[in-house]
């Protein structure tokens, strides 16, 4: 059964198309990958699939509901959560209260401070900050508190918008890592969206490209690496 399923027939800015005939399927449980060249429609395609970028004719299901496609807030409400590109978190706040503003919805402090708790269990480092103020938190740090906040919801999809964006290697493989147990341990399914393409092959289930707006690719992280894909995929 087709789990988060998505049909847009055409999506962009003003009078600029950036995505046409962009559909897919991904499973529930799955980490999908979406990779492409540099201004191939990735981040837009997240836009859209929140709902921050409104278009006409597109239709986003996610556990057989329909997401709005203008209205992010409903989305979250349904189940979906996004990173956009940059790791923001709200700097004049501590971590602790960053988290408990991505709870907003949870009915009663009691229910926001468990939620907090538990994912302490997949973000220690974040333990020993709560107090802190997020501006003075480190890159990795920041990615972590912005991983953290989106999945106080309990989300059913976590979105990414290069996560690695920024970081060193070493923080890199620690970010992929956090996005596996993500994906084991809370059960949620995870599009990502990665320049760093190596590296994402290592824990996608699923790939997607997209060239010029299009998809161009949709296979296994084994099925990218062979024969001409990879090159089909990043030739200018
Ligand atoms: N707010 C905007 N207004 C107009 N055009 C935009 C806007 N945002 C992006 N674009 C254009 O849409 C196209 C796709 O951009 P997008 O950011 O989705 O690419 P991307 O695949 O995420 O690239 P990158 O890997 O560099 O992040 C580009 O041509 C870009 O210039
Ligand atoms: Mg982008």
Wanted: hydrophobic share 45%; no cysteine.
């Amino acid at each position: 059964m087709s789990f988060l399923t998505a049909s847009i027939p055409e999506a962009g800015y003003g009078s600029k198309i950036v995505l046409t005939n962009v559909s897919f399927d991904v499973e529930q449980g799955a980490i999908a990958a979406f990779i492409g060249p540099n201004g191939a429609g990735k981040s837009t395609l997240l836009k859209v699939l929140i709902g921050l970028l409104p278009t006409k004719a597109s239709s986003v299901t996610l556990d057989s509901h329909a997401l709005s496609s203008r209205n992010p807030e409903v989305n979250v409400k349904k189940g979906i959560s996004f990173v956009p590109q940059g790791n923001r978190v709200f700097t004049e706040l501590s971590v602790r209260e960053n988290l408990e503003v991505g709870g907003y919805l949870l009915s009663g402090k009691k229910a926001v401070a468990s939620r907090i708790e538990e994912l302490l269990v997949i973000f220690p480092d974040l333990k020993e900050r709560l107090k802190a103020n997020s501006g003075v938190l480190s890159g990795g740090e920041k990615q972590q508190l912005a991983l953290a906040r989106a999945l106080m919801l309990k989300p059913k999809v976590l979105m990414l918008d290069e996560p690695s964006l920024g970081l060193s290697p070493k923080l890199v493989t620690k970010a992929f890592d956090t996005v596996v147990r993500i994906n084991k341990d809370l059960g949620t399914t995870i599009l990502i969206v990665e320049q760093k393409v190596h590296e994402v092959l290592r824990i996608a289930m699923w790939v997607y490209a997209l060239r010029m707006g299009e998809i161009v690719f949709s296979g296994t992280p084994e099925e990218v690496q062979k024969g001409e894909t990879m090159r089909k995929i990043f030739l200018v």
